[in-house]
């Protein structure tokens, strides 16, 4: 079955400080993977999406996924977390071939200290 | 900018009542969505619609139904709701091609009483 799995409820940083949002992901073929960002009482917002090609995605907001095909990772980081990252981040896999259907992981919350 | 237009962001409904959830998308998207958010669960995929009066079950879809008779408006209807229903319901619209990226609306927070 295909699945997304976000390992961590929570994530606090200090500001300043690098940050790593875990995503692994379970897909048969090529995954079309995705981040998105939700604010409170907000919808959802697209960070970033790998599709093919270099496996280091750049997105809004200066974070960045590392796709790693052996590890079925998707991280998403950040060099110098701000306070105003503070939301809850949303991993995403496209789960059929040619739709923008697609499963979400549970969500991590990302805390970032001043 | 896309924007996806969720008409009621708060409701509060009664056991049993016939309750309809509004999407309006203005960019002339194919596909348009609507999942439910939990806490602990993330995003669960009610239903879909690829094309006007098109729809097809997402992962959830008991207790919902959808119409979609224009392509920019997508209706979530719980024919008889539950406390169980209560919940943050997001729609989303994207265009179609693949690889394109999904826009959510805002949410509408639903709590039935």
């Known amino acids: 079955a295909q699945s997304v799995a976000q390992p961590e409820d929570q994530v606090n940083v200090a500001e300043g400080n690098p940050l790593t949002v875990k995503c692994t992901y379970s897909v048969s073929g090529n995954p079309y993977l995705f981040w998105y960002v939700q604010y409170p009482n907000r919808g959802l917002q697209f960070l970033l999406k790998?599709?093919?090609?270099?496996?280091l995605v750049k997105g809004s907001y200066g974070f960045e996924a590392e796709f790693n095909k052996s590890q079925t990772s998707f991280h998403l980081k950040k060099p110098s977390a701000l306070v105003s990252d503070s939301a809850l981040y949303f991993c995403a896999v496209r789960v059929r071939f040619n739709t923008d259907k697609l499963i979400f992981g549970t969500g991590t919350r990302l805390q970032v200290f001043p | 900018d896309v924007k996806v237009t969720q008409s009621s962001r708060y409701l509060v409904k009664r056991t049993g009542e016939k309750v309809f959830l509004e999407c309006v998308q203005d960019m002339d998207h194919e596909n348009m969505f609507w999942y439910r958010q939990d806490p602990g669960l993330g995003l669960r995929l009610i239903y879909f619609?690829?094309?006007?009066?098109?729809?097809e079950k997402g992962d959830i879809p008991e207790g919902y139904s959808v119409s979609r008779e224009k392509k920019e408006r997508f209706s979530l209807i719980l024919e008889s709701a539950s406390t169980n229903q209560t919940s943050m319901y997001l729609c989303?619209?994207?265009?179609?091609?693949?690889?394109?990226?999904?826009?959510f609306g805002e949410g509408s927070w639903l709590t039935v009483v």
């Open positions: 619609s690829y094309d006007v009066k098109m729809k």
């Open positions: 989303a619209s994207s265009l179609g091609a693949r690889r394109t990226r999904i826009y």
């Open positions: 790998y599709i093919t090609g270099d496996n």
